[in-house]
């Protein structure tokens, strides 16, 4: 799916409207958060967190590290 968006001036910031075939390819509304992410010479719009899966990456790790810890810790 590709479309062109118009950039416009929104007080000191730009923004961008969504089509509203966009927005339902989406599942977004008014008020939800979405994320840019760079990549090469473009960015993505995901509704993802990026970040999320780094952070749960080094959960795996931390929980591996300290299992034995982490256990007696619940108790």
């Avoid at 990456?57 to 810790?73: D, I, M, P």
């Amino acid at each position: 799916m590709s479309t062109t968006i118009r950039l416009r001036k929104m007080g000191n910031s730009v923004g961008l409207i969504l089509p509203k075939d966009i927005a339902d390819h989406l599942h977004v509304t008014a008020g939800d958060v979405l994320h840019v992410v760079a990549d090469g010479d473009g960015a993505r719009l995901t509704r993802d967190d990026p970040t999320f899966e780094i952070a749960m990456k080094a959960f795996g790790r931390t929980r591996r590290k300290f299992r034995n810890a982490l256990q007696r810790l619940a108790k």
